[in-house]
């Protein structure tokens, strides 16, 4: 069997995405028979599973949620620059990169030689850069050129979805080979999440769980709890866009809970008070699938999503689902209270938690890659 090292620049401790992700490849590679080391940046005291089996390294922790462009571009390419070099260090057979952090990608070629290599891409995260200034656009053109360089440096590349499965067969190399790991719910938390009941608070509830950054522009779901003052309203996460988020309640709306990042435990009690699970991204982030949206239809609670592209397609063979346009602060409001006449909300839906379970949980869909190597 294998020595394995899977290389993260996120903080998985504070990052549930990417520490779910991460965890379904340690958890299937152990129980494949291969040694696992990870590096990731977190403090020293973190540690993501105890296994005779795996070692977690880490790299020193920097705050890279500021909102200037160019200084977190320099943050995440030091990052990126330790842990590759961490990697080199422990000389396994098989470096897996896992992004969306694409400074991983784009500083590859510091990894040794004649290593095998996988590249797991969870967001072409490169293609969601926004045009509108020169420096921005410029940016765009760099980065999108080395990643399509820097692809062909991988013996392997495995993605989340149909949309990331096209881009990179059209930029690979005759010898690569491309595997379809779609993003998802681990066993063990799905199991969990399946056990949760409907809100018995009398209070309509709509709750939003994730990253409080640009691409979720939150400020649409603030707006729409002002005109809607008799419903609550829960925001729980952190990111880039807290501050000013943040500072767009009004000072005395008593219907709007800014309830910080949560520990997993502390959330299903949230997704238990809760009616509808809302998400939204913007129109420049159509090629992204957040995993988020696995986690809220595990619950079986109603999905409220704003957004077009692949996750709205992914969610049209859902029920339970409305989708509304993106940034769109009267048709999030209409669409609210319209789930909350209807009373669909008031269900739990069994089948989502049936279709999740069949096809989205990360032990199986991990098999694949374990296959390949």
């Known amino acids: 069997m294998s020595n394995i090292c899977i290389i993260s620049a996120n903080s998985l401790e504070n990052e549930n995405a990417s520490r779910n992700r991460v965890l379904s490849f340690v958890n299937s590679f152990i129980a494949a028979g291969h040694q696992v080391k990870l590096i990731s940046m977190d403090n020293e005291a973190f540690n993501l599973l105890e296994n005779e089996s795996f070692v977690h390294f880490k790299i020193p922790f920097i ?20 842990a590759l070099n961490k990697a080199n260090e422990l000389n396994c057979d098989i470096n897996l990169i896992t992004i969306p952090s694409m400074f991983l990608l784009h500083l590859s070629f510091l990894l040794k030689t004649g290593k095998t290599k996988i590249l797991d891409i969870r967001d072409l995260s490169w293609e969601y850069l926004d045009e509108k200034s020169l420096v921005n656009r410029t940016a765009k053109k760099i980065f999108t050129q080395s990643a399509l360089l820097n692809l062909k440096r991988f013996d392997i590349v495995s993605v989340t979805n149909d949309h990331e499965f096209d881009y990179v067969s059209k930029n690979k190399s005759d010898s690569q080979s491309i595997i379809k790991v779609p993003n998802g719910v681990s066993l063990s938390i799905f199991e969990k999440l399946e ?12 709750t939003y769980v994730g990253n409080v950054g640009l691409a979720q522009d939150l400020e649409t779901l603030v707006e729409a709890s002002k005109l809607l003052p008799d419903f609550i309203f829960n925001i729980v996460g952190a990111g880039t866009d807290f501050e000013r988020i943040h500072t767009l309640a009004n000072p005395n709306q008593q219907n709007l809970n800014f309830l910080g990042r949560r520990q997993f435990n502390e959330l299903l009690e949230i997704y238990t008070q809760s009616d509808v699970l809302y998400a939204q991204l913007t129109p420049e982030f159509a090629t992204a699938m957040p995993s988020k949206l696995y986690e809220y239809l595990s619950t079986g609670k109603y999905v409220l999503y704003g957004g077009v592209g692949v996750a709205g397609k992914t969610l049209e063979n859902f029920q339970n689902v409305s989708l509304i346009p993106p940034c769109n602060i009267q048709a999030l409001k209409d669409e609210i209270q319209q789930i909350q006449e209807s009373g669909k909300y008031q269900q739990l839906c069994v089948e989502n938690r049936e279709k999740i379970k069949a096809e989205y949980l990360r032990d199986v869909t991990v098999e694949k890659l374990i296959s390949m190597i």
């Open 63 to 82: 705050d890279t949620k500021i909102p200037s462009f160019i200084k977190r571009a320099f943050l995440e390419m030091k990052i990126a620059s330790l």
């Open 195 to 206: 056990n949760i009941k409907c809100n018995t608070t009398n209070k309509f509830t709509i």
